[in-house]
């Protein structure tokens, strides 16, 4: 698990941005960027759901944690810990 994992799973995706596209070439939406979907279309799942997937993150990070703390507490090697 990545730091951008936990912060795309927390943050809601951004809403308002504008595209940046190339306006000079006139060939339309970029292939890489497509068109744009209604916020409401591309998020479905309810928020429990959300909930219980960051609440079991954030336990096993807690759980991660607390094993660390532990190694420090008993003067592992660094390169251990």
Known sequence: MTATDLT???LPPHQGQQDHQDEGDGAGPSPLTGPRTAPSARRTTSYQHDKD???TRLRRIEGQVRGVQRMIEADQYCIDV
């Open 8 to 10: 795309d799973t927390l």
């Open 53 to 55: 997937k960051i609440l």
